[in-house]
């Protein structure tokens, strides 16, 4: 079983305005998950610099960060970033350059965690449905030229409202989209934004959605959680005791 979660933390200011990094760490510590992926970790102009200090993650928390920045003061790439236990091995990671309008990407990383080689992505989905449509197309295609069969966890903020939108269509027939519940916005959440998607050899035991009174204040977004079962191929399961 993993525990994987995504969070949309928006740049560490909270729904009183004020920029609180101590706050996010505090609901990243309270998720204790082995994988999350942030959205908006970084500011968006200038450097791109992260609202959350490295060293700070590496000595109040449990977690590494995949090195997916491409600016020395980032900790993602488009603010999407990858957070993974210490004790995991990062096998690989990259970015994913996406059809955009506004400044859009994705990232992802395959990594060991628990004896488990997984493949995970992170996404933050433009706010235009015809771009989101062709963002997932995108996402699908480039994860499809990899390893097909390493079990695969995509997971973000989708902008995407309704759970039966024809943009969430897209991820089918490989994929299966799950909603674990109204994340948006988090002191009164009313709409679905973030989901997590999942190959046929993974599968969802139980999700939820994490609402501690800092995570109701932290973000404009509550974090998601799910934890998984993970079926691997005999070629991957060899793969892992090497």
């Known amino acids: 079983m993993l525990k994987i979660g995504s969070y949309n933390i928006q740049k560490s200011i909270g729904v009183d305005a004020r920029r609180r990094p101590e706050r996010t760490l505090q609901v990243i510590r309270e998720m204790d998950c082995d994988i999350l992926a942030l959205q908006e970790a970084d500011r968006r102009f200038g450097p791109r610099q992260s609202t959350l200090c490295p060293e700070e993650i590496a000595d109040q928390t449990d977690f590494q960060i995949v090195p997916l920045a491409v600016r020395s003061k980032s900790l993602g790439w488009h603010g999407n970033a990858l957070l993974v236990r210490k004790s995991a091995r990062i096998l690989s990671c990259s970015r994913l350059d996406l059809p955009q309008l506004e400044p859009r990407g994705a990232v992802t990383a395959e990594v060991e965690v628990k004896g488990i080689r997984i493949r995970i992505a992170s996404m933050h989905l433009s706010l235009v449905g015809t771009f989101r449509k062709r963002q997932i197309l995108s996402i699908m295609d480039q994860i499809h030229s990899s390893a097909h069969d390493m079990p695969t966890v995509l997971v973000g903020d989708l902008n995407e409202w309704r759970d039966g939108a024809s943009s969430l269509k897209l991820f089918s027939p490989h994929f299966e989209v799950t909603t674990p519940g109204r994340s948006f916005p988090s002191p009164m959440p009313v709409a679905s934004l973030d989901r997590i998607i999942t190959s046929p050899n993974v599968r969802v ?29 005999e070629r991957f399961a060899k793969a892992s005791m090497v």
């Open 205 to 233: 035991m139980t999700a939820g959605v994490h609402k501690s009174a800092t995570a109701k204040i932290a973000s404009d977004h509550l974090p998601v959680w799910a934890e998984l079962a993970i079926e691997q191929s």
